[in-house]
Every structure is written in C-alpha cells, then in structure tokens.
Nanobody
C-alpha cells in the first residue's frame, strides 16, 4: 500500500504562485507514476499533471501547460507541483495519487491510492 500526503496549499492572489508537495510513503516501489488532480467546487476531479517514478516522463492537462511544472525528488519520495500565473479557476482541492499503470495517464480511475488533498484558493 502507498500513502500520500499533500501540503503547500493556501490563499493566493490572481497571478501568484504556489508550490505543492506530495510525500509518498509505504511500498514506494509499488507505483509507477504520481499524478496531481484538481477538484473545483461542485465539479469532478480532473487530472492536472503526471510524472513517472523511474524515468521522469511527464504529462500535463491543457489547462496546466505553460503554467504548472511537475518534478520529483526520488531520494525523499516527494513530488512537487509548481503552479504559476494562478487564476480563480484554479481554486479547489488538489490531490496527489499513485498509479501502477506503466504509461502516462491523467484519468482518475486509473489511480489506486490518494492523499487527503490540500486547498488552493485564488482570490483577490
């Protein structure tokens, strides 16, 4: 089993930045990739970005391209999501999750274990 804990959320003004962290523990060899997901109020959870544990391949949703950057620190079992140029539509809960699928995916039903989420609010 894999445990994930997110942190780094908060209140930020439009145009601002946040860096989210996801610490992975447990059987850390039992996943192939980590994804970040965004759930806006009243909406479904959607994939934002993905990074593979082994070769660092990444994927981004169209809404994240050019603004968000995913990275990993395998030595500390941590995945980061750097979010720049934030807009009010980025408001919501951000979750990280692990997948055993050996390909890049942002489809939430292909993820196995989830963290509790961290709240991001973009407002002036």
């Amino acid at each position: 089993q894999v445990q994930l804990v997110e942190s780094g959320g908060g209140l930020v003004r439009p145009g601002g930045s946040l860096r989210l962290s996801c610490v992975v523990s447990g059987f850390t060899q039992d996943y192939y990739g980590i994804g970040w997901f965004h759930q806006a109020p009243g909406k479904e959870r959607e994939g934002v970005s993905y990074i593979s544990r082994t070769d660092g391949l990444t994927a981004y949703a169209d809404s994240a391209k050019g603004r968000f950057t995913i990275s990993r620190d395998n030595a500390n079992n941590t995945v980061f999501l750097q979010m720049n140029s934030l807009v009010p539509e980025d408001t919501g809960i951000y979750y990280c999750a692990s997948t055993t699928r050996r390909y890049r995916t942002l489809f939430r039903f292909q993820y196995d274990f989830w963290g509790q989420g961290t709240q991001v609010t973009v407002s002036s």
